[in-house]
């Protein structure tokens, strides 16, 4: 016989009494998060990475004691020093990169979700869950491929982001022409990386890439490659470039697919949630000709990571990724009616990142998630209008969504990157770097959509004010 729990076992999140449990120790995470991030007092910590080592060695001690302390103590002891040594994305002066500040009521569902812990690879171990993911990428997959009662049925499947969707939109089109048959990925000077690594690791052909003379994929230079090229061909267009936020001609490459027999993929990781919005939603024309689409609602879907979505325009070509394991989805399971979920994702064990997802889309839908990226939008306009103005900066070009690339006017390279250094360094500001036209240029990303005109005049302020040091 088992011995029963003692009363110095610690409790757990779920079933009745975990609520009563997790509340204590939520308000303790909660106060850490909030003294952490008045110690940082800024969009990240002062001091470079050994000061910010020598912070976290402290406040950890020995990371595996022989005996512990408390749960409030590590909690907050930890908590804080992260907070307080934080990139933190909520703060209007974090700005560098493709990392979205979460909204509150999305961190909130994602507890659910880590205190329920389902995981998504049998049914029994996940029955709301699996049914709440089919549910809400069935209506993912529609918003990116308007229903059509004479077209097939789209679907959509949870990744973990970019990378993963690019991956299997590559591993998809391997599986649809067969061994033998390598297909060989195209893609412009300007897409991601994952395009490369995923061939790598699917044994298929390097990219061919062509150029970008604009920041966007040359249909001319495409013609000529898939007029040179021979056997399968995917084409791998980009809405929303990670430099400049550029957006690939997309009609113009699906008529060209269209004319050399090619697949065309879309990788959408950033742009695709100007989907939701009625005033941006031009700029995608012609993704819904795409076999695939990769989305992040992570990047401007204000979600916690991960929430990524591949959707298919044929829930057909899902197929390849059908795998049994008996002690999961047993045939006569599956026969009996228990949906199979193996088929569903590369992945075994796998969270509900759905739930998030779905707490966004029902609390804010399509409306209140379009104005979001609207505002965003509009304040990459405002500062692109701040840098024009201003006669010490440059700016690369108007944006088209939300990355706006400026520099001090007449500075060398090497100077851009000690200003950008230089205010990591001091804990000032969080800018990224893009190389364009041959230089680089300090990269604004702006996804908060808290943050103010007088935020954006203290961000150029500052790269003036390192300039003139």
């Known amino acids: 016989m088992r011995a029963a729990p003692t009363p110095t076992t610690p409790p757990l999140a779920g079933g009745e009494t975990g609520p009563a449990a997790l509340r204590p120790l939520l ?59 934080a990139a933190d994305p909520a703060h209007p002066l974090c700005a560098a990169h493709l990392h979205t500040p979460p909204l509150a009521l999305a961190v909130a569902a994602d507890l659910a979700a880590s205190a329920l812990n389902p995981s998504l690879d049998s049914w029994d171990q996940a029955p709301a869950a699996s049914a709440l993911e089919e549910l809400v990428t069935r209506a993912l997959a529609g918003e990116v491929y308007p229903r059509n009662p004479h077209a097939p049925r ?34 412009g000077a300007d897409a991601h990386h994952s395009f490369h690594r995923a061939a790598w690791l699917l044994g298929l052909p390097e990219p061919v890439t062509v150029p970008a003379p604009n920041g966007t ?88 990571a991960a929430a990524g979505i591949l959707a298919v325009r044929d829930a057909a070509d899902l197929a390849p990724l059908a795998h049994t394991a008996d002690y999961l989805n047993a045939d006569d399971d599956t026969d009996a009616g228990l949906p199979d979920l193996l088929g569903r994702s ?75 250094r230089t205010l990591l360094t001091e804990g000032r500001a969080v800018l990224g770097r893009a190389r364009a036209d041959g230089r680089l240029w300090l990269k604004a990303t702006l996804l908060n959509p808290h943050a103010t005109p007088g935020d954006l005049d203290t961000l150029v302020t500052l790269v003036e004010g390192s300039t003139d040091r």
């Open 154 to 187: 789209p679907d959509a499947l949870v990744t973990t982001g970019g990378t993963e969707s690019n991956q299997l939109a590559l591993l998809l089109a391997r599986e649809r022409h067969g061994p033998g048959h390598p297909v060989q990925t195209v893609v």
């Open 346 to 420: 590369p992945r075994t064990t796998r969270r509900p990142d759905i739930l998030k997802i779905a707490v966004l889309l029902r609390a804010l839908g399509r409306t209140g998630l379009g104005s979001l990226v609207d505002r965003c939008c509009a304040l990459a306009q405002d500062l692109a209008d701040l840098a024009e103005k201003r006669p010490g900066l440059e700016l690369y070009e108007r944006p088209t969504l939300t990355t706006v690339l400026f520099r001090p006017r007449d500075a060398d390279d090497a100077t851009v990157a000690t200003i950008r």
């Open 27 to 85: 308000d303790t995470v909660l106060d850490a998060l909030h003294d952490g991030a008045v110690t940082r007092g800024g969009p990240l910590p002062a001091g470079g990475p050994d000061a910010v080592t020598a912070r976290v060695r402290e406040a950890l001690g020995e990371a595996l004691p022989d005996t512990g302390t408390t749960p409030h103590d590590a909690l907050r002891t930890l908590t804080r020093a992260l907070a307080a040594g």
């Open 217 to 304: 994929l040359d249909p001319v230079a495409l013609d000529e490659a898939l007029t040179d090229l021979h056997g399968p061909l995917l084409v791998a267009a980009t809405a929303g470039t990670t430099d400049t936020g550029r957006i690939d001609p997309l009609p113009e490459i699906a008529d060209l697919c269209a004319a050399h027999g090619a697949d065309l993929h879309v990788d959408a990781a950033y742009g695709g949630p100007v989907l939701f919005s009625d005033t941006h939603r031009h700029l995608l024309a012609g993704i819904e000709r795409a076999h695939s689409v990769t989305l992040d609602l992570h990047k401007l879907g204000w979600l916690p």
